[in-house]
Each structure stands twice: as structure tokens, then as C-alpha cells.
């Protein structure tokens, strides 16, 4: 199984040993024979360890123990700069510090110092925070949801990923510092606090430059200048009036409609059965040339009016 831990001391005696306690201080497994000497040890004694089970708990936390710069363990503290360093970093860095110490009196009560309690404020307000935010941008996105405004819809989405992923980050971070609060050492949960607070940092720093870089979406209509020319001259576009008009619509009853025509066509005079009669004649006595009678009607009165030209 990959999660076995053997005994530390054992292993290095060639004797495979399944660990049974976990040293936070060493940081290897002890068997329950090895676990009594490294109780009544002087050096050792003192030394915290928790069982297998919690130590799976932190297997996974990288809190670094060593110096990258100079590949020796961590063994001292400068307050100035509040880091811990190595024997190396003193002579390179910290020289002219006047106040570096062992690291074992710094990271005493490291559960209770403020650095970590900051920490966890921190992650809470940071981590409530974006979760605000990342509900505000899905309010927003499902806003657009039906919308044709595509180009918005994928910077919104961009920007969701932009934020759910510090998020994620920084619960990761809230749990490991939960972690590290109940089962490492003085010195690993030091070390990881201020480890951590980096890490913390610069996902602030990143979720404040994309906050600063994302687009806010406002549409405006601006109106053609001549439309707002005719609005300054006149407090209303028109009028709308009604007009009723019979509406045509296509509607026909076949058998009536044919019974009407017929009835019509009887009713109506064809030209062929108007008989002429001779019934008065008079003369149009004018002087001159011929006329032209261009047209004659009988008036309301019984009078005939004859139009003539000359
Ligand atoms: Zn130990
Ligand atoms: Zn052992
Ligand atoms: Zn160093
Ligand atoms: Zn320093």
C-alpha cells in the first residue's frame, strides 16, 4: 500500500517495520518500540507525534523545512524581516539583524500567535468576498442567458474561471492551514503559516488585477441626430388616428352568393329591349355658323339643358 509509513529507525537498521506514530519534529514514522526510546530521550522527548491517520492529513502540505537558497534546514528566525532562515541566509542577508533567533523560541505557542490567527481572517473575509463576486458575475451570465450578446456572455465567463479558480485555491489553502493548526508540528505550522500567507498574497494580488481588468457591460441608444432634432421641435413623433374601413375579408357563402347573381341579372335593363319613341321636337335658334352640341340633360325641374360649342 502507498500509504504505509514505516518506522524511521527501523528502516535505517534495514529492519521494515510498519510506523504506528508519526514524529512532526523528525518527520518519519515510529514503530511502538521506537516510539519509547524516542519518548525517553532527552532530545526527543519532547517531540510531538500524532497518529498515522492525522499524519495523511498533512502528507500533502508542502510546508517547506529547508532553505532552497542554501539547501540547510531552517534554524533560526529574523523578526526584522520576519522569515526564517538558515545558517547560510545570516552572513548573506541578515547580517546587520540584530535580532535573529532559534527558530524553537519563535515558533512556540505558533497555535495561538497572531500571525496565523491574521491568516485565517484573511482566507474568511478573502474567500466570502469572491464568493460574492463569482454570485454577482452568475446573476449577471444568467441575465444574458437568452440574450443574442454573445461577445459579453464569454467575457463573463472568462472572468467567472478567472475567479473560481483563486477560489478554489484558497479554500485549498483555508483547509490546509486547518490541517496544519490540528496535527503538525510547532515549527511545520510556523513555517507553513508564513508559507502559506505567501501563497494567500499572491492570489490576492491575482484576483485584484483581473477585478481591475474586467469589462462592466452598459448599453446605451443613441438616437440619430435628425431624430433629435425633430424631438426638440415637437414634444410628440404624431398623431395616431383611427379609420374604419369594411374589412374584405374573404368571406363567401357559395349558394346565397349564386341566388343574388341571378336575382340581379332579372332585375337589370339590357340595351336591346329599350324601345325609341318620338315624343316632342323644337329648334335651337342661335346666330351664326353651326354649333356643336356636345351635351344635353334633363334637369331636377323638367327643363333640358343643351351644352353647345360655336
Ligand atoms: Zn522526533
Ligand atoms: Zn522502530
Ligand atoms: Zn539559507
Ligand atoms: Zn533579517
Known sequence: MSDLILCGPCDYADNNKKGEKWCTVCEEGLCADCEKVHKSIKTTRNHRLISIEDYH?????????????????????????????????????????????????ADANAKQSTALADLEDTLTLTIQNLEQIIADCDSALEKLENTKYDDCKSEENKLLTRLKNPERDLSNLREQTSQLKSFASDIQLFLGTRQINEAVFKEVESVKETIKCAQNYQMNLTLNPSIMALMNESDQFGKISVKTTTT????????????????RVSDMKN?????LQLKNKFEVNIKGGPIWLTGCTMLPNGNLLIAYGV
Open 57 to 105: 492529513q498533512i502528507q500533502n502540505i508542502s510546508v517547506s523545512l529547508n532553505c532552497e537558497d542554501h539547501d540547510k534546514r531552517f534554524e533560526l528566525y529574523c523578526i526584522t524581516h520576519d522569515v526564517a532562515v538558515c545558517l547560510g541566509c545570516v552572513p548573506s542577508h541578515h547580517r546587520t539583524c540584530s535580532d535573529v533567533i532559534f527558530l524553537d523560541k
Open 248 to 263: 374584405n375579408l374573404p368571406f363567401k357563402e357559395a349558394k346565397v352568393d349564386q341566388a343574388q347573381i341571378k336575382h
Open 271 to 275: 340595351i336591346k329591349n329599350v324601345r
